[in-house]
């Protein structure tokens, strides 16, 4: 049996080994899950609705410990890590309105009538990343749980300590033990079963888009449903008509937050060549002022990165000869820490076509209105996005010409649960959260119920 020692990224030291689950373990757990959804599925709307309010009770019980947990086996500042954990409540709490809202439709037919319903998949993998655990896993169990499925989680070796603790939390809050499991293990084994078992309906990844392309080409096989959510490399459009003290004063959090492992990242700022060198006078300062040291310190805006591994991986994008405008600092000495970084290269440098998925940002200027949706759309990705302009025609013109699933207009916005989520183009396929997302963890059955004629 494999296992991972988990460490702590801002002190590496080591907080303690997780075994790492067999195919023969995920195969009996799918049994399992099997038998506990069609007793969930019975249960009425009302009482799986009472589940997880009940779930989303014990998270609130548990907000503190579930947020020095994530800042012990991630690194992410304590104001965040309370951030994700109490975004983990409200999920539970907003799809918790879903089980006696999950109405279908009655359709006029000639001769009878003709209904739909949306009929739970039966079990759930959902598959996740190191860099939002908790909060990511949660955007998957909650809408599959609420539309009367069974989840399987596989959270990424590096970071499986909250997503486990989430399990236990929602057996004590009374759902069976078989409802939602947490299945740590690799990718290459756990990952894949949850891809080849026939009795795995559905796939939700959340990963990068190699690894993505694998479960989709997987899944063929099954035609297994699925939803990716994948990579990214997001244009911050900054024009000249916007308010540039704003739009400097925030570029750094739109791109450092969560030490740029964020998906979302706005990790290309495009900026307008007429005040490209006020904006960049503007935002080094801002860029010097984020406050980089202890995640468990009150006032630290920016962790470690995660890993060793990743942190070599984010270095290989700032070589010795690398064109550095102004780095912000980070602490020496233990900790896999990076400090934020700016860039201005050519608009071919692989620093501007890969996801760093680090605290390093590329600034590049543009002409015109046309020359900046070319270079926004200039990448496989199409995931997130920033507009500022003061001009509502071109704020309007200019979101509808991004191709990417989710902008903001000058605003760095983050998730909200109550919206949808997900990628144009290779960032993804399909849609997370919103008012819509139980929907897709059911198959629209429909009905059609013959009426005799009057005898
Ligand atoms: P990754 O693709 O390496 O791993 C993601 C998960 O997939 C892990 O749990 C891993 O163990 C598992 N896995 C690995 N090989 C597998 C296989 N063959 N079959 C099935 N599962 C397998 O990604 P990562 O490094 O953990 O996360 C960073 C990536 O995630 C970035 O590209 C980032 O943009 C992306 N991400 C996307 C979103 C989004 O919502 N679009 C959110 C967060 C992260």
Redesign the pocket.
């Given at each position: 049996m494999t296992s991972t020692q988990l460490i702590n990224p801002a002190t590496e030291e080591v907080l303690r080994a997780v075994e790492h689950v067999d195919v023969a373990a995920v195969d009996d757990a799918v049994a399992r899950a099997s038998a506990a959804q069609r007793r969930w599925a019975r249960l009425a709307p009302a009482e799986r609705a009472a589940g997880l309010r009940a779930f989303a009770a014990a998270v609130d019980a548990h907000l503190d410990e579930l947020a020095a947990l994530e800042v012990a086996n991630s690194g992410h500042p304590i104001g965040s890590a309370r951030w994700e954990a109490g975004n983990v409540r409200d999920v539970l709490q907003f799809y918790a309105g879903s089980p006696e809202r999950l109405s279908g439709r009655q359709i006029p037919v000639a001769g009878g009538i003709d209904v739909t319903f949306h009929e739970p998949m039966g079990v759930v993998g959902v598959?996740?990343?190191?860099?939002?655990p908790m909060v990511?896993a949660t955007w998957g169990i909650a809408p599959a749980l609420a539309a009367g499925n069974a989840v399987l989680v596989?959270?990424?070796?590096w970071t499986p300590l909250t997503t486990m603790r989430l399990a236990e939390l929602a057996v004590e809050a009374g759902l069976d033990a078989d409802l939602l499991q947490v299945l740590p293990g690799?990718?290459?084994v756990v990952?894949?079963r949850?891809?080849s078992h026939p009795g795995v309906r559905k796939v939700v990844?959340?990963?990068?888009?190699?690894?993505?392309k694998?479960?989709l080409a997987?899944a063929a096989a099954h035609v297994k449903r699925v939803t990716l959510?994948?990579?990214?490399k997001s244009a911050n459009i900054v024009f000249a008509d916007c308010d540039l003290e704003q739009a400097a004063a925030t570029a750094p959090g739109g791109v450092f937050d969560n030490a740029g492992?964020?998906?979302c990242a706005r990790s290309r700022i495009l900026v307008q060549r007429s005040v490209y060198d006020r904006f960049m006078e503007l935002l080094e300062p801002a860029v010097r002022a984020v406050a980089v040291g202890d995640p468990a310190a009150e006032t630290t805006e920016m962790g470690p990165l995660v890993s060793r591994a990743h942190w070599n991986k984010v270095a290989s994008y700032v070589p010795p000869n690398a064109p550095v405008a102004f780095r912000g600092t980070a602490p020496t000495g233990p900790g896999f820490w990076f400090p934020p970084t700016v860039l201005t290269p050519e608009r071919t440098d692989r620093s501007v076509t890969e996801?760093i998925?680090g605290p390093v940002v590329t600034v590049l200027a543009f002409d015109d209105e046309h020359d900046a949706v070319t270079l926004a759309n200039d990448t496989e990705y199409g995931?997130s996005g920033s507009i500022w302009t003061d001009d509502l025609s071109r704020a309007l013109r200019v979101s509808r010409a991004v191709e990417s699933g989710n902008l903001s207009v000058n605003s760095h916005s983050s998730v909200r649960y109550t919206t949808p989520?997900?990628?144009f183009k290779q960032?993804?396929v399909g849609r997370?959260l919103g008012p819509d997302a139980p929907l897709h963890f059911t198959e629209t059955k429909n009905v059609f119920i013959a009426i005799k004629e009057e005898q």
């Open positions: 598959i996740t990343p190191w860099n939002f990511i596989k959270p990424a070796e690799q990718g290459s990952g894949e949850f891809v990844f959340t990963g990068s888009t190699a690894v993505g694998k479960v997987g959510e994948l990579g990214g492992q964020d998906c996801e998925f995931l989520f997900g990628g960032s993804g997370e």
